[in-house]
């Protein structure tokens, strides 16, 4: 077992402002890492928002004893290879900081067992003090689980809401992301009471069920029956997803998705598009709800470089909101009677 000072630990914990704003920001980064590791189970495991535990189990390919040292190491990812992987580095904003962030500002564990491993290994660090990796037991795949976050920078500690609040957010992210993978189960517990249980198709099953099973748990049980699925293609633009139907009025701000090249967005020309789709046919709710998934040529699209914001920047704004309204506006059309 050996102990050693994080060189930079400094360095790490004013990266942690910018990844780690709150418990939201370490489940975000460590599902995305789950997902990146080709998980299709993940339990997420929190108690008081996450302020007091956050507890994320996957069923990965796990991390090797060699690269578990490494994992805590400021741009040690193995995801950046080249300066051709640029490009996407800004798009997917700050790489390789997240594990090295959220271990200086909390108590961290990480255990996990590679697929070609025989056995697992654990790396331990306190507020930067590294310990490990040491044998453990894992089955394959990785648990990570941060204590305290906070703790030694009261600033941010002060800053976090009430338990409440922080666990909505935490909430509000795994349904964005469940969204955006269907084939990949996600069980979300709080203080020891399961929450959320959203069965993956990755199981066998039947997918459509199953996807429709998940998002009438997030947009409401009858959304399903009273929207209408649309398919829209336009040159670079393709768009698929759910619309309610005008006369549907049960929704509510929060049923609201919108993905661009799978990732969850919140955009005020997206949402000026939609609504004006809404506007112009016999609309009786008050908020329209919807799941769309737009695809677009990445090389259309400035997605934020900021990790924490959801806006996005197209390079031909017209076309993008014309395509979207029409899109939509041509599938309400159709229910009208
Ligand atoms: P990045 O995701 O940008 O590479 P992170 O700090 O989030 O940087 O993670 C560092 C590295 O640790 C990853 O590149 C990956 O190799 C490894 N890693 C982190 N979490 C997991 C996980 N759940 N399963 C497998 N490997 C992981
Ligand atoms: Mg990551």
Known sequence: MSIRKLPNQLIDQIAAGEVVERPASVVKELVENALDAGATVIDIDVQTGGKKRIKITDNGQGITQQD????????????????????????????????????SVSRFELISRHQDAEMAYQINAH????????????????????????????????????????????????????????????????????????????????????????????????FIENAIYM??????????????????????PDRQFFYINNRMIKDKLVGHAIRQAYQDVLFHGRFPAFVLYLDIDPELVDVNVHPTKHEVRFRDSKLVHDFIFGSIHQSLAHTRV
């Not at 336009?234 to 698929?240: A, E, I, Q, T």
């Open 68 to 103: 578990l040292s490494m994992a805590l190491q400021r741009h040690a990812t193995s995801k950046i290879q080249s300066l051709d992987d640029l490009e996407s580095l800004l798009s997917m904003g700050f790489r390789g900081e997240a594990l090295p962030s959220i271990a």
């Open 127 to 222: 507020g930067g003090e590294i310990e490990g990796p040491m044998p453990a037991a894992h089955p394959i795949g990785t648990t990570i689980i941060v204590s305290d976050l906070f703790f030694n920078t009261p600033a941010r500690r002060r800053f976090m809401k009430t338990d409440q609040t922080e666990y909505l957010r935490i909430d509000e992210l795994i349904k964005r992301v469940s969204l955006s993978r269907f084939d990949v189960t996600f069980r979300l517990s709080h203080n020891g009471k399961m929450i959320r249980n959203a069965q993956g198709c990755h199981s066998g099953g039947d997918s459509d069920i199953l996807k429709h099973q998940r998002i009438n748990q997030l947009c409401g049980k009858d």
């Open 231 to 252: 398919e829209q293609e336009r040159g670079k633009l393709k768009m698929s997803g759910w619309v309610a139907k005008p006369s549907w009025n049960r929704a509510q």
